[in-house]
């Protein structure tokens, strides 16, 4: 858990890592969508990168849902804490 404000400035770090990760992801997703409706990929294309985009986006925000809860616990979250 959490103590200093360096770890929970890590912690804020790391929420931001992982959020630009899944941005990325989502935008190139949204690429083979629109690629999709082009007519540029065939549908079982489009599937097989949909279903490893969902499964990566899961895996991320379950990390992110981890890092926010142990950030909530320690208080690194709570706009009046004095450091």
């Known amino acids: ?3 200093t404000q360096e770890a929970c400035m ?6 931001l890592s992982i959020q630009s990760v899944r941005n990325d992801a989502s935008n190139a997703m949204s690429g083979w969508s629109e ?4 007519g540029d990929i065939s549908v079982r294309s489009y599937r097989k990168k949909y279903h490893k985009w969902k499964s990566d986006e899961n895996i991320l925000r379950n990390r ?3 890092i926010y809860d ?5 208080g690194c979250f709570n706009p009046y804490k004095d450091w």
Do not use: I, N, S, W
Not at 10 to 15: A, E, N, S, Y
Not at 35 to 38: D, K, M
Not at 70 to 74: C, E, I, N, S, T
């Open 35 to 38: 690629r999709l409706r082009t």
């Open 70 to 74: 142990v950030g909530y616990a320690a």
């Open 1 to 3: 858990m959490p103590e």
């Open 10 to 15: 890590q912690l804020f770090r790391d929420v």
């Open 64 to 66: 992110v849902t981890l």
